[in-house]
């Protein structure tokens, strides 16, 4: 879960989130170097960020792995794309009640090529949501 201290990641942040997101596998710091070769961070800076993450519950320790001579923690996120997108949404004081305003904006967003398939989406989850509702 995300932490309430901290809603918000800096662009950073979320250029490392967008690397594990895509990744979908543990990696370390030095493969999060390997695969952020074109960006100008350097071994600190990354430490620096996976311990922001890790503070604000975005990532996880999910192992460790030797390199070398040393070994090294393997991060994972503790978050999805969608679960950080919801908070921001909700962090911008869009409550319960204009969630569905929202998932229709987003529709509309998404454009007439993509609307038949999400609304169809949205139908199987809201049956998901009402069978979940009748076992509890």
């Known amino acids: ?29 030095v493969e999060i170097l390997d695969i952020s070769a074109d960006r100008s961070w350097n071994g600190n800076y990354v430490h620096i960020m996976l311990r922001s993450l890790l503070k604000k519950g975005m990532i996880k320790v999910c192992g460790t792995v030797q390199c070398g ?4 923690r393997q991060f994972t996120p503790a978050v999805t794309r969608e679960q950080y997108a919801a908070k921001l949404v909700m962090s911008k004081g ?6 569905a305003a929202v998932t229709v904006a987003m529709v509309n967003e998404a454009g007439e090529q993509d609307s038949d398939a999400l609304v169809e989406q949205l139908e199987e989850i809201i049956e998901e949501l009402k069978s979940k509702e009748l076992k509890e």
């Open 69 to 72: 001579t040393q070994y090294a």
């Open 94 to 99: 869009i409550g319960s009640s204009e969630i």
């Open 1 to 29: 879960m995300i932490s309430k201290k901290s809603k918000y990641l800096t662009n950073s942040e979320e250029d490392l989130m967008e690397i594990f997101w895509e990744c979908k596998e543990p990696l370390t710091s």
